[in-house]
């Protein structure tokens, strides 16, 4: 096993899209599908990767949760996946996917 990976995506079906890929890749996975479950999860389970979506439910930002939860585990890798152009001001120590994606894509940004 590679590590614990957390997938925050408000769409249930690639919700489990992702949960399938990234545990096909060898990670342990929990998905949510809240901004407010991933700040749950996040405070309580020690993550080695979090997956987000950039555009979160209500409003929320994905980018703004990768932030708390670097934040809160400065080892751990973080990812957003989004059809939306790159932030202007994504950091550089949080990868971006642009969707669709592959799998070895998908593989390159979490081993990275």
Known sequence: MLGRALIVEDNVLLNCLLQEMVQT?????????????????????????????????????????????????????????SGLPVPAELESTIGFLQKPFTVRQLQTMLQS
């Open 25 to 81: 890749l060898g990670f342990a996975v929990a998905g949510v599908v809240t901004s407010a479950e991933a700040r749950e999860a996040i405070s309580h389970g020690a993550f080695d990767v979090l997956l987000t979506d950039l555009n979160l439910d209500h409003g929320n930002s994905g980018l703004s949760l990768a932030r708390e939860a670097i934040g809160k585990n400065r080892t751990m890798r973080v990812v957003i996946a």
